[in-house]
């Protein structure tokens, strides 16, 4: 664009007048604000949660995916780790090394 053109265009837009302000606009604005807050007060957590993602279903669904992955890998750690333990338990049993438990001088749990 050229310079005069552009020029123009800028003191055209600097002597046009403002538009008029209304006059009650201080009283819309307070009325906004009073009306906004009386609205935020009765959202519950779960509604701005599921307010900030466009299907709920998304959110459900992905809640329990969490609980069955998180119940799957419990389940399955508990498993491997009663194995190892049933492991070692046989190991221990079967290479004798009760033989160095020590005996209590004092029995004196009984």
Known sequence: MKDHIFEEL???ERDR???VCP???EANVLRRI?????????VSVL???FGLLPQKSLVLST???????SA???VV?????ARAAKKQSLAVSALDFGVFDEAPFFDLEN
């Open 10 to 12: 800028l003191r055209a």
């Open 17 to 19: 007048t403002l538009p």
């Open 23 to 25: 006059s009650n606009i």
């Open 34 to 42: 009073r009306l906004t807050t009386s609205e935020t007060e009765t």
């Open 47 to 49: 509604d701005w949660i």
């Open 63 to 69: 809640l329990a995916l969490a609980v069955m992955l």
């Open 72 to 74: 799957t890998s419990t």
């Open 77 to 81: 750690l508990e498993a491997s780790s």
